[in-house]
């Protein structure tokens, strides 16, 4: 069974300055895809960043990468230049190739400060 | 727009009357998918669909039922909720190929009293 382990429950981060946010993985799978999704507080689920497992180079859009270090089954998100807006939760996920479900952690709340 | 819309938002009911969230997509999406979110666990998937009359269940699915008759829609059924089922749900669809990405609903606050 595919599990996702988000072991930050909270994280606060200075206005401007980088996160990351921890994300480990178990799978016995060997294709598989990682996701990050954001949830404001009102409660929609946003779509950033996607990274396969056999993709060479770590995924990047915008001020979000994902930090991928497949032998250590990690997938750190990344936010650089934090924003106010960015306080949100946070939850990394993985795609099961299996019925194509994705698995979420339990998330991470993001909280900026100015 | 490309979205996925749900309804309703909110709802408070009372246990054991039956309700349905009706869940829509333009995006001509072969997969479909319910999930839901409770504090603590993240999302949980309750039934998926692959295509139109194919269902399954995912990780919780009792108290639930689904049904794909069109493309587009895919209801979420609770026959006869109960108060464990008071949480928030989401639909997602997403294209069955490529990087597979879902994209979700707004959110259904559901409340059974």
């Known amino acids: 069974a595919q599990k996702i382990t988000q072991t930050q429950p909270g994280m606060f981060v200075q206005e401007k300055e980088a996160v990351t946010l921890d994300c480990t993985y178990d799978?016995?799978?060997?294709?598989?895809?990682l996701f990050w999704y954001k949830q404001p507080s009102s409660g929609e689920m946003i779509f950033l960043i996607y990274?396969?497992?056999?993709?060479?180079q770590n995924a990047t859009e915008g001020r979000y990468s994902l930090n991928f270090q497949k032998a250590r089954k990690s997938a750190n998100l990344v936010i650089s230049a934090s924003q106010l807006g960015d306080s949100a939760m946070y939850f990394c996920?993985?795609?099961?190739?299996?019925?194509?479900?994705?698995?979420f952690g339990s998330g991470t709340r993001l909280q900026v400060q100015p | 727009e490309a979205q996925v819309t749900q309804n309703p938002r909110y709802l408070i009911t009372v246990t054991g009357k039956k309700l349905t969230v009706t869940c829509s997509q333009n995006?001509?999406?072969?997969?479909m998918s319910w999930y839901r979110q409770d504090p603590g666990l993240g999302l949980r998937q309750i039934y998926y669909?692959?295509?139109?009359?194919?269902?399954d269940k995912g990780d919780v699915p009792e108290g639930y039922k689904v049904s794909r008759k069109e493309k587009r829609n895919f209801p979420l059924i609770l026959e006869s909720p109960s108060p464990n089922q008071t949480s928030l749900y989401f639909c997602?669809?997403?294209?069955?190929?490529?990087?597979?990405?879902?994209?979700f609903g707004p959110g259904t606050r559901l409340t059974v009293l």
């Open positions: 997602a669809s997403r294209v069955d190929r490529g990087k597979n990405t879902q994209y």
């Open positions: 799978t016995s799978d060997q294709s598989y895809g």
């Open positions: 990274q396969g497992s056999y993709d060479e």
């Open positions: 996920a993985m795609r099961d190739t299996g019925r194509r479900a994705l698995t």
């Open positions: 995006m001509n999406h072969e997969y």
């Open positions: 669909s692959m295509n139109v009359e194919v269902t």
